[in-house]
């Protein structure tokens, strides 16, 4: 089984990684965790991701936190929750 994020998709995380309050802060990267977690959890369960527009596909968490670490990189130090815990 596979899935893809879609360009649309990918979009609209990099919205989520980017938007900031007027002060400055992100203000949305709680939902972008929460998306990224739900891609985490696709590729658990033994389904590969492919991402739309690139010759990438996540097949294991190792290869799911290379791609996501990259591309969203101050998630891990900026915020508190992190997209390899579950509540």
């Given at each position: 089984?596979?899935?893809?994020?879609?360009?649309?998709?990918?979009?609209?995380?990099?919205a989520?990684?980017?938007?900031?309050?007027?002060?400055?802060?992100?203000?949305?990267?709680?939902?972008?965790v929460?998306e990224?977690?739900?891609?985490?959890r696709?590729?658990?369960?033994?389904?590969?991701?492919?991402?739309?527009?690139?010759?990438?596909?996540?097949?294991?968490?190792q290869?799911?936190?290379?791609?996501?670490?990259?591309?969203?990189?101050?998630?891990?130090?900026?915020?508190?929750?992190w997209?390899?815990?579950?509540?």
């Amino acid at each position: 089984m596979n899935d893809t994020i879609s360009v649309e998709q990918l979009r609209g995380l990099d919205a989520l990684y980017e938007a900031r309050t007027p002060s400055g802060r992100p203000s949305d990267w709680g939902i972008l965790v929460e998306e990224l977690r739900k891609i985490r959890r696709t590729v658990e369960a033994g389904i590969k991701v492919k991402i739309e527009g690139t010759d990438t596909v996540l097949t294991t968490w190792q290869g799911f936190y290379d791609w996501a670490h990259g591309r969203y990189h101050a998630l891990e130090d900026g915020y508190d929750a992190w997209i390899g815990h579950d509540r």
